[in-house]
């Protein structure tokens, strides 16, 4: 979909692209630790268009909670080499 954008539009423009991607992937979690993001609303909007993609949308966001879970227990430094238990 990005193909475009790389042909035609100036560098510029494809830096700003990558740094509002870039924000996203970073901010995407600290969002849903912080409980922001309305799951129910995005799973009714998916339901809406097709109910085995919502529950495959539901499954993704069940894992995701049990990573930012296991994430949020060692914030710091992570589950390392040193910290694996």
């Known amino acids: 979909m990005l193909t ?3 042909l035609f ?3 510029r ?3 700003r692209i990558a740094a509002l991607f870039a924000f996203v992937a970073v901010t995407y979690p600290m ?3 912080f409980h922001l993001i309305p799951l ?3 799973l009714a909007q998916a339901e809406a268009i097709s109910t085995d993609r919502a529950h495959s949308l539901g499954y993704r966001f069940f894992n995701e909670e049990q ?3 296991r994430a949020a227990e060692k914030p710091v430094f992570g ?3 040193g910290g694996a238990a």
Do not use: H, K, M
């Open 67 to 69: 990573l930012l879970e």
């Open 40 to 42: 129910d609303a995005i």
């Open 9 to 11: 539009l100036p560098s």
């Open 31 to 33: 969002l849903r630790n």
């Open 4 to 6: 475009p954008a790389v």
């Open 79 to 81: 589950w390392g080499a």
């Open 13 to 15: 423009w494809q830096i």
